[in-house]
C-alpha cells in the first residue's frame, strides 16, 4: 500500500547456527547504512532469537520467529510459545509452506497461532501459497480462500491492521522458478478481494502482502514495482549478505 515502508523479512530457515547468525547480522547492520525507508527484518533459527535480541539495533532492523507453538505454556515437549517469543521478536512466520508441507501443519494449526502471536505483541506474518498441481487444476483462487480465511477466522476487524499476509506460490519457493509478475499481481488482487469480503474494502487496501518464492537481487525490483506488493519473504537469498543488501537497496530505490 502507497505510504508503507517495503518490508523486506529474510527467512533462514534451518541454516546458521548462533554464532553465525550473529556475525551476519553484524554485517548486514554496516552493509545498510542509510536505508531507513525500508523495513528490514531476518527470521533466524530459534535458537539465535535470543542472542540477536540483545545484539540488534531495533532502529535499523527486526526479529521475526520462524515457527512457534500456539499454546502459552504447558506440557509441549520441544516447542517454543508465541509467550516465550514475546519481546524478543516483532514478527512471527504462520503457515509457511514448509510447515503446511513437510510437517502437516493444518489450517487450524495457522488460525491458533495467528491468534497467539497478536496476544503476545507479535505480527503474524500468515504465509499462503497454492501448489503447482493445484494452480494446474484450477484451484489456486479456494486455496488461497482457504488458507487465508481459516487463518483470520477468529480475529477482529482491529486486528486485521496488525497482519501481514506473505503470498508463496509453493511451487516457486527453493526452485528458482519465477513467479510472473503478471500471476503474483493476480493473486494479490485475489487476495485483497478475499480480505474486502471478510473485513471491508479499506482494511483490505492497507493490509501488508508480500511476495516470497526464489527472490534474487536481479528480480526483486520486478515484483516490488507489482501493485498492491509491500515488500518479500526472502530465503535462499537472504543467506547471501551481498544478495540480501542488494535486495534490500532495491526496495530502497523503488520506494524513492
Ligand atoms: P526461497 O526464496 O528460497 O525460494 O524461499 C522462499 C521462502 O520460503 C521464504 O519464506
Not at 510437517?103 to 503474524?124: C, H, M, W, Y
Not at 499462503?128 to 477466522?153: C, F, K, N, P
Not at 522458478?177 to 493476480?186: F, I, Q, Y
Not at 498492491?228 to 520506494?255: N, R, T, Y
Request: hydrophobic content about 45%; glycine content about 8%; charged content about 20%.
Amino acid at each position: 500500500m502507497a505510504g508503507h515502508k517495503k518490508l523486506i523479512i529474510g527467512n533462514w530457515k534451518m541454516n546458521l547456527g548462533v554464532h553465525d547468525a550473529s556475525v551476519y547480522l553484524h554485517k548486514l547492520d554496516v552493509a545498510i547504512q542509510g536505508h531507513r525507508d525500508v523495513e528490514v527484518v531476518v527470521a533466524p533459527t530459534a535458537l539465535a532469537v535470543q542472542p540477536l535480541s540483545l545484539q540488534v539495533n531495533r532502529h535499523k532492523m527486526k526479529l521475526a520467529a520462524q515457527n512457534f507453538y500456539w499454546r502459552d505454556f504447558g506440557a509441549f515437549t520441544g516447542e517454543v510459545s508465541a509467550t516465550q517469543l514475546r519481546g524478543l521478536v516483532n514478527y512471527g512466520l504462520v503457515g509457511h509452506s514448509e510447515r503446511r508441507h513437510v510437517f502437516g501443519e493444518k489450517i487450524k494449526d495457522s488460525r491458533e497461532k495467528v491468534q497467539a502471536a497478536l496476544r503476545n505483541q507479535i505480527t503474524p506474518v500468515l504465509c499462503i501459497g497454492e501448489t503447482e498441481h493445484e494452480r494446474a487444476s484450477g484451484e489456486m483462487r479456494d486455496v488461497l480462500h482457504d488458507q487465508l480465511v481459516g487463518g483470520l477466522a477468529n480475529i477482529t476487524s482491529e486486528e486485521i491492521n496488525d497482519i501481514v499476509i506473505a503470498y508463496e506460490p509453493v511451487w516457486a519457493i527453493g526452485t528458482g522458478r519465477n513467479a510472473s509478475p503478471h500471476d503474483v499481481e493476480a493473486a494479490v488482487l485475489t487476495i485483497r478481494s478475499q480480505i474486502a469480503h471478510l473485513f471491508g474494502k479499506e482494511k483490505a487496501a492497507a493490509v501488508r502482502i508480500l511476495y516470497g518464492g526464489s527472490v534474487t537481487a536481479d528480480s526483486a525490483s520486478d515484483y516490488l514495482r507489482i501493485k498492491g506488493i509491500d515488500g518479500l519473504l526472502v530465503g535462499g537469498a537472504s543467506l547471501k549478505l551481498h544478495e540480501f543488501s542488494e535486495i534490500i537497496k532495491k526496495a530502497h530505490v523503488v520506494v524513492q
